[in-house]
DNA sequence: ATAGGTGCAAAACTTTTGCGTCAAG
DNA sequence: CTTGACGCAAAAGTTTTGCACCTAT
């Protein structure tokens, strides 16, 4: 028999994650929205949290990212955006694509390039000084 | 009293480690190049790995990745370059500044930019089918 | 001799997963 | 009803750290 894809519900825990996740523009980790989503949702397992934001990351509803240090962050905007991070606070911005000049695209040998995934780094109004 | 920074010493394991890392291409964890540099000191231990690749890209001797996935991943050659990961098989490849058009520097309202990190993704020869 | 580094083992974190139960469709 | 999702807790995996001993300088 045909291979049908796993239908997908929209719980409550579901949608307060994404609903959480897209209030903020900080990029959190799953933790970090874990204890957001708590406030609402005192039961609410942190695997919970985990298996939602692969979930909706899986499905494009929302973006991992894997910056800086250790840690997944997780952005609720899943429009195409590059991101900047300031050096001295390390909090990460986003960068809109009207903000940006183009796309590099380098010739390599062996390699195709599809598309680009940039990380600026600088420094924000509060920390420049 | 003037703070000194703290000495540094070229010890046996800390030159195996950049010795070995700088024989290589493959952007490797820290657990795999422990898992080489084992080979040449049997009884090093994976805390002293993370402890010199720390230090090393502390002192900009190598430069630390965090790429695709969970892990970071260590880069033996500290000149500026770019990556691109393959979509199919996901080994990391450097793209050298020489392959490069040119690094765009959007312009973002109370944010300077001072430097970039691209991503690039795409196929490698073996994995275009 | 001094103090930075090491090996070992334990701890701290982050992320994943098995399982019995619940509830969305 | 069916089965995807949940909560809980345990496990897995990665990275850090305390401590006593060692060694580069």
Do not use: W
Request: charged share 25%; glycine share 6%.
């Amino acid at each position: 028999m045909a291979q049908t894809a796993p239908q997908t519900r929209m719980t409550v825990q579901r949608s307060v994650i994404l609903d959480e996740l897209r209030k903020l523009n900080t990029h959190p980790t799953a933790d970090e929205l874990y204890n957001i989503v708590r406030k609402r949702l005192p039961r609410i397992s942190l695997g919970t949290v985990y298996r939602n934001l692969e979930h909706l990351a899986q499905s494009e509803t929302i973006l991992k990212l894997n910056i800086g240090e250790n840690i997944k962050r997780f952005d609720g905007c899943c429009d195409k955006h590059h991101h900047a991070t300031c050096l001295v606070c390390g909090r990460i911005y986003d960068i809109p694509l009207e903000d940006m000049p183009e796309e590099p695209r380098p010739k390599v040998p062996g390699f195709t390039v599809t598309g680009a995934n940039i990380f600026f780094e600088g420094y924000c109004t509060g920390c420049r000084s």
